[in-house]
């Protein structure tokens, strides 16, 4: 497991952010679908495990079943945060008298701060000297705060904090996110389920006011929940600051980043966005390279980057050279994983003649044992998907794996039954595999040679079959050009990892 200051986090402010007991909500109603603000406490309410949740709203005695007070220094207690999505006028108001309660954390979804000119950055100002005043921290403004799966944890089971307006897949991941797009950090931490990225933690950060990301990546530092990061950046304002940070983070826990500016058109929609200034792609590509951080300006590199390498902190599989072993049904994605392979810095080398031979009692006719394995017209799943891959990882001779020949059978059953045709023996054993379970054995080996083993094949992503793998944390990609990408990825921060002399 990685080592973590597990102290420094339990004092943190951030962490209290992340996990209040008592908290009040300023902006929500009964009508979910009318204000962005009921939707948000609809989605605090649906995470469970709140001692006390306290809607603050000047007529309604009662907003979605919880007793409602018209100031929060009405209140019987003192909450742990203040959430607060009201108009931007008043929202410098209701601070003040947060601070008067002696409420110390809150989070300001409000926009019409400097975002939108003078005027909001007059506001700004109010806010910041508030906030000082008080001696209070907040997210934001224009924010949509936080999700934490692990809220509650270890104590209690199910329970999650989500003040996002969608409602989040819970689960207690190890991918922590950081981003200056509210949009960015909600559907980031929706594709949980659909392509199995674990997100256990996510914050919009809006404006940094007060909290910025390099606060959060010194929390996330030490976070012993966190083994994976990713940031969406606008801007940077502590560069120096964020550059040591990430610099003592990356070698332990990855980093993976995309930075939105670099171009005229981006910068605008920057300024408008968050009121940030960016700056060249050039200076941002410097800093990453310098740090140690994965960049991508591609949301589905991202997103499967960050998949990668939350399965390798899992099962510790960081290659340890660029050698790659390719097992294929078909000679067509076979050379075109080879070529792909090859374009991004990996080796394909012919196997030894040894080890062909290990290969050739199973082979069809048709079949190769060079590199790639060709198996097409194969007999045997379980032989290609398990038999293969661990003669593999035994033989010392590849660092990494890609099998393709996964394929949607239960759909591809139902078509021939519901056709009247009768269906085979091979298809028989595709389903008894899948109902046995092919992930466990593999998950095994995984463990055992800390070597990977990507699979892929053309399947849906909603397919039961697709969904064993993910939700038992195999590898497994629907696009045949992603296994070879994401192992060219995690080779080259393996690589970066041993130049620094980390050992897991």
């Not at 207690?77 to 607060?84: T, Y």
Request: aromatic letters at 10%.
């Amino acid at each position: 497991m990685i080592e973590n200051d597990s102290k420094s986090v339990k004092n943190n402010y951030i962490e209290q952010i992340l996990n209040p007991k008592k908290i009040c909500v300023f902006g929500a109603n009964d009508n979910l679908l009318g204000t962005m603000g009921s939707m948000q406490l609809r989605n605090i309410i649906a995470g469970g495990g709140f001692e006390e949740i306290y809607p603050i709203h000047p007529r309604l005695e009662y907003v979605q079943g919880f007793k409602a007070y018209k100031s929060v220094l009405d209140l019987p207690v003192i909450p742990d945060l203040a959430f607060i999505i009201l108009p931007t006028r008043v929202v410098p108001t209701v601070m003040e008298e947060c601070g008067q309660k002696g409420i110390k954390n809150l989070i300001i979804t409000s926009g019409g701060f400097r975002e939108v000119g003078s005027d909001g950055i007059e506001l700004s100002n109010q806010i910041d000297i508030i906030a000082k005043q008080y001696n209070m921290r907040f997210i934001g403004p224009n924010c949509l705060g936080v999700f934490n799966g692990w809220y509650g944890y270890p104590e209690k089971e199910n329970t999650f904090l989500n003040t996002f307006w969608i409602y989040l897949p819970h689960k207690r991941g190890n991918i922590s996110i950081v981003s200056q797009s509210g949009t960015i950090a909600a559907q980031t931490a929706w594709y949980t389920n659909d392509l199995g990225v674990n997100v256990g933690k996510s914050i919009s950060v809006g404006n940094e006011r007060s909290i910025d990301i390099v606060d959060l990546l010194e929390y996330f530092k030490n976070d012993p929940q966190t083994e994976v990061i990713g940031l969406y950046i606008e801007e940077v304002k502590r560069g120096k600051k964020f550059i040591k940070l990430a610099k003592e983070i990356s070698p332990k826990k990855p980093i993976v980043a995309i930075y939105a500016g670099g171009t005229n058109a981006a910068a605008r929609s920057i300024m408008s966005h968050t009121g940030s200034i960016s700056g060249d792609d050039k200076i941002y590509e410097a800093i990453f390279k310098e740090s140690g951080i994965i960049s991508t300006n591609s949301i589905s590199d991202f997103l499967y980057y960050l998949r990668t390498l939350s399965q390798a902190q899992t099962y510790n599989f960081f290659p340890k050279g660029k050698r790659i072993g390719i097992i294929t049904d078909s000679g067509g994605p076979g050379a075109m994983m080879t070529k792909t392979a090859e374009l991004y810095g990996l080796e394909v080398p012919e196997f030894s003649k040894r080890l062909q031979d290990e290969f050739s009692d199973d082979l069809p006719k048709t079949g190769s044992a060079t590199n790639p394995i060709d198996v097409t017209f194969h007999e045997n799943f379980l032989t290609m998907l398990i038999k293969f891959p661990k003669i593999l990882m035994k033989s010392g001779e590849v660092d990494s794996i890609i099998v393709f020949g996964i394929y949607d059978f239960d759909e591809v059953m139902d078509v021939v039954e519901s056709s009247g045709g009768k269906v085979d023996e091979q298809m028989k054993q595709m389903k008894q595999l899948m109902d046995i379970g092919v992930v466990n054995p593999i998950k095994k080996l995984m463990k055992k040679y800390h070597i990977p083993v990507f699979y892929s094949g053309p399947i849906p992503y909603r397919s039961p079959w697709m969904q064993k793998f993910i939700s038992s944390d195999v590898p497994i990609f629907s696009l045949w050009d992603y296994p070879t990408k994401c192992l060219a990825m995690l080779t080259k921060y393996s690589e970066y990892r041993q130049k620094v002399s980390y050992s897991k």
